[in-house]
């Protein structure tokens, strides 16, 4: 069978993995230059930075299978497994890529096709679906089967582009999906900073969700930093020019780092986090020949995303719910 994943975050990559290795012709396409979606690395100025996902803990049996071929490839290390000054937290193995975020997604992608910089603008079903590139690209795929692992807004906008519906139950569920924003620092510092391993600071105020040093992560060879503001900070200054959001979270990130951050760029995640999810896992209609995932379905965690593709590939491979 031949079919199509849209969107190369962890979702569509296990998704377009585990149907690959079932032996269907799999094609994954991304509107970005590259796999991992928020699990997402970035060179800057000879430093490696993290800006999306900083790590992934893994409980579900199919990921631990995956997190043994991560790690004897290397291609996924354990980071820490105490939350700095969180005594009261259990301990829980954070990984990380090794050499950056996007290293899993890298590793899966490895297994079957990928067309990046391919914005889906229409789909169209009739017998088998149609997908069309927006103007100016031009391209026209076919497949038997359709994966969307898209942020759930985005999926409703390409519905609506192709005039297309799924039955009122299921739309009502898509649309009740909600996200938080997170506006992203990517700092280059001064000199190393100030914090031991794991090098992570988490909510050192309301502002900030996160700061990390991807020097002291183990990622980096230049003092690089990022920072996460706060869902409430992104969204009030989502619109506003670097100028007027980035300087507080500079100056917080500084007092917690005690370094200086010399340069910067500012990353905008407009779907963050899900903060209401679909209701379950995935959604398959036998009848569309449709698979929908995501973390929208799965849940925030990377685990759960990758778990949605996983009950997406076995809905299609027959080993799950369908509707």
């Not at 038997?144 to 519906?165: A, G, W, Y």
């Not at 649309?175 to 280059?188: F, M, P, W």
Request: charged residues 25%.
């Amino acid at each position: 069978m031949k079919i199509i994943v849209v969107g190369a975050g962890i979702s569509g990559c296990v998704c377009a993995w585990r149907l690959s290795e079932a032996g269907h012709e799999v094609t994954l396409l991304e509107k970005g230059r590259g796999v991992g979606g928020r699990m997402a690395t970035r060179r800057m100025n000879g430093a490696r930075i993290d800006h999306g996902a900083q790590f992934f803990t893994a409980r579900d049996p199919r990921m631990l299978d995956l997190l043994k071929k991560w790690e004897s490839l290397e291609y996924v290390v354990p980071w820490y497994d105490r939350v700095p000054g969180r005594q009261d937290l259990p301990r829980s193995i954070r990984f990380r890529g090794g050499n950056g975020m996007t290293a899993p997604a890298k590793f899966l992608a490895q297994s079957f096709s990928v067309t990046t910089e391919f914005f889906v603008d229409s789909i169209f079903f009739d017998e088998e679906w149609q997908i069309n590139e927006r103007e100016g690209g031009n391209r026209r795929l076919f497949a038997d089967h359709l994966v969307l692992t898209l942020p759930v807004p985005q999926m409703l906008e390409l519905f609506q582009r192709s005039q297309f519906e799924l039955e009122s139950k299921i739309m009502n569920q898509l649309e009740a999906v909600k996200y938080t924003r997170c506006l992203a620092l990517l700092g280059i510092l001064d000199r190393p900073s100030a914090l031991s391993f794991p090098g992570t600071v988490t909510h050192p105020i309301p502002e900030i969700d996160w700061i990390s040093d991807n020097m002291v992560k183990g990622i980096s060879e230049v003092p690089a930093c990022t920072v996460h503001a706060s869902d409430e900070y992104s969204q009030k200054f989502w619109d506003s020019p670097d100028q007027e959001r980035v300087p507080f979270l500079v100056q917080a990130a500084e007092e917690s780092l005690q370094t200086t951050i010399n340069e910067w760029t500012c990353h905008r995640w407009g779907f963050a986090k899900p903060l209401v999810t679909f209701g379950s896992t995935q959604y398959t209609s036998a009848w569309d020949r449709l698979s929908l995932a995501g973390d929208s379905f799965g849940g925030e965690r990377i685990e759960s995303a990758a778990m949605s593709g996983w009950d997406a590939a076995d809905a299609i491979l027959g080993f799950g719910p369908t509707s």
